[in-house]
């Protein structure tokens, strides 16, 4: 087992893997920004080192910096989190190359499923079932006719190094397809620097289902449920469950496995979920996420397994704690992402909290670095906080859900807490009953109130 681990990342995902450390007894190293010097992991660690001023690109995305701090304070490996460098293959190689574990899947591995055309070859290869499109990279104008004439439209053009919806456009006929082409192209550039994008069928009204899956990186892995991350706002995920509401157990198990036994086949090594559009009782991949999740808690309580203690195992060589026929489904979990935005034009909304008192009881957890008296800087992510409740089934889980969030008190700043307030008095969302578009029309509905 590692005797120090360094955690490369900020935020409630860095306070998550830092209680981890101390559960295994291992030693922690915060790194922060100038502007997290008073966050919560930065002083619930053994040591902590500032890596640069506040923007990514100067801290939490310089490589050399976190380098260093593992130099200067002896770590032995790096946990990265989610975001930030956790997905960078030529982090991991660095890590490598100087000794280090990084606490994550091969760099061969984070390439391969980093780039989506090949993402979807290899899960092609490996017997997942993959969204009808093009083979490759479209270019021309005449490629995008002629791949969309044969799949039918309407088609959706993606970036293949993209995410966040960026790099994404929908073409419901031929006129539209140039423009669509051309502006999925401009915006990848933009993004990814890099403008290579391909097409897919556009599923009308499917649901987001994700497997996530654990590997030791000798053939052995396993499957620990679905979650549905349909609820979702420009791509972004909102409110998580698990189990779906629209998955039976048969289903579970035969995607889980197909999932499970290509990790075995690649050998993969660390935590990582497979996602899928489902529509039809039909599953199609579209991406796999070589990380920990931000929504990795809700399998935690339906499991009673910690996918970061597995992580941590893995990564030192101690293999699996668990084989498949130990791994049981126990009850329904519901995480909703508590931002500090405007809950209606989703504003960020930076500033000092004045009154915080997160909810507590059976069934009850909140992930979340803040604390009365923070002041939330205005240079990243949004997201304050994850508020999941597990109860023993879906309508006691909501339940637990509502009085959860009628506790639940930030003051000082804006957050989306109204919204899930909101969503929880609706009967679509009461009876399961939505898809990935669901959301953005209910939001639409409310603003034109």
């Known amino acids: 087992m590692f005797s120090k681990i ?180 401009s915006e990848a550039g933009a993004a990814f620097g890099n403008e290579a994008v391909y097409i897919e069928k556009y599923l009308a009204k499917p649901r987001h289902i994700e497997i996530q899956v654990m590997g030791d990186g000798e053939g052995n892995a396993v499957h620990l449920g679905e979650r549905d991350c349909s609820l979702q706002r420009r791509h972004q995920k909102v409110w998580e469950e698990a189990n779906s509401p629209s998955l039976n157990s048969a289903q579970r198990q035969e995607i889980g496995e197909i999932c499970a036994e290509a990790m075995r086949k690649m050998k993969y090594r660390g935590a990582g979920t497979v996602e899928f559009l489902y529509e039809n009782g039909e599953f199609y991949f579209i991406e796999m996420n070589t990380r920990l999740q931000v929504e990795h808690p809700v399998t935690e309580a339906i499991t009673g397994i910690d996918l970061v203690h597995e992580q941590i195992r893995v990564a030192s060589g101690g293999g699996l704690s668990v084989t498949q026929k130990d791994i049981r489904f126990s009850g329904h979990a519901i995480e909703c992402r508590i931002n500090a935005e405007d809950p209606r034009s989703f504003v960020p909304s930076p500033g000092t909290i004045t009154h915080y008192h997160p909810p507590g009881g059976l069934g009850v957890r909140v992930d979340s670095g803040v604390y009365q008296g923070y002041k939330i800087p205005p240079y990243y992510d949004s997201l304050i906080g994850k508020l999941i409740v597990h109860g023993r089934n879906r309508v006691e889980c909501m339940m637990r859900l509502r009085r959860s969030l009628d506790e639940f008190v930030v003051d000082g700043i804006n957050t989306t807490i109204p919204l899930f307030r909101d969503l929880l008095a609706n009967p679509d969302i009461a009876n399961g009953d939505y898809d990935i578009h669901w959301l953005e029309k209910f939001l639409a509905q409310k603003s034109s109130e």
């Open 6 to 185: 360094l955690i490369a990342n900020r935020g409630e995902i860095a306070l998550r893997v830092l209680r981890a450390c101390k559960e295994l007894g291992i030693q922690t190293v915060a790194v922060h920004s100038t502007a997290d010097q008073d966050a919560m992991h930065v002083r619930l660690a053994d040591e902590s080192v500032c890596i640069g001023p506040p923007p990514s690109r100067e801290s939490y995305l310089n490589i050399h910096q976190i380098l260093a701090a593992c130099e200067i304070t002896g770590a032995d490996a790096v946990h990265p989190g989610y975001g930030f460098l956790s997905e960078n293959a030529k982090f991991a190689d660095i890590l490598e190359a100087h000794g280090l574990t990084f606490i994550g899947p091969t760099a061969e591995h984070i390439r391969m499923m980093g780039d989506k055309i090949t993402a979807k070859k290899t899960a092609e290869e490996l017997g997942i079932p993959v969204v009808p499109g093009s083979e490759g990279e479209i270019t021309t104008d005449e490629e995008a006719k002629k791949v969309a004439n044969e799949i039918g439209f309407p088609v959706i053009i993606k970036a293949t190094a993209g995410g966040g919806g960026r790099g994404m456009k929908v073409a419901n006929n031929e006129d539209e397809l140039s423009i669509a082409l051309a502006t999925a192209r």
